[in-house]
C-alpha cells in the first residue's frame, strides 16, 4: 500500500453528525445489505461503478477506511488495496463547463 501523504495511518472518530448519518442509512438493513446502492438497486461496489455514476461532477479527493480500521487519507482511487470491509470516502465538487 502506498504511503499517505503523512506516511502513516490515522484513526479519527466520526462526528455526531456522522454518527446520525450511518444510523439512518443502516437503519432496517441487514449486514450483508450495501448501504449506497444505484438506482436500480444495485450496490456501488467498484470504483468505476462509483466515479461513472457521477456524471458532471469531478473527483477531488478520496480517502478511505481500511479493514483494519484505520482512516487512509488522500489516496488515488487506484491505490485502495483490495478489501472485504474497507469504505471509500469521496469528495466531489461540480464540473467545471
Not at 453528525?17 to 442509512?25: D, I, K, R, S, T
Not at 461496489?45 to 482512516?71: C, I, K, T
Request: glycine share 8%.
Amino acid at each position: 500500500m502506498a504511503d499517505s501523504k503523512a506516511g502513516k495511518p490515522r484513526r479519527i472518530p466520526p462526528t455526531d453528525e456522522g454518527v446520525a448519518l450511518f444510523a439512518n442509512l443502516t437503519a432496517g438493513k441487514f449486514e450483508s445489505e450495501a448501504i449506497f446502492t444505484r438506482t436500480n438497486a444495485s450496490p456501488w461496489y467498484r470504483m468505476a461503478l462509483v466515479l461513472e455514476g457521477f456524471p458532471g461532477l469531478e473527483l477531488v479527493s478520496f480517502s478511505f477506511v481500511g479493514d483494519d480500521g484505520n482512516l487512509y487519507e488522500d489516496y488515488l482511487p487506484v491505490q485502495m488495496p483490495a478489501s472485504e470491509l474497507a469504505c471509500g470516502l469521496f469528495e466531489f465538487t461540480k464540473a467545471e463547463p
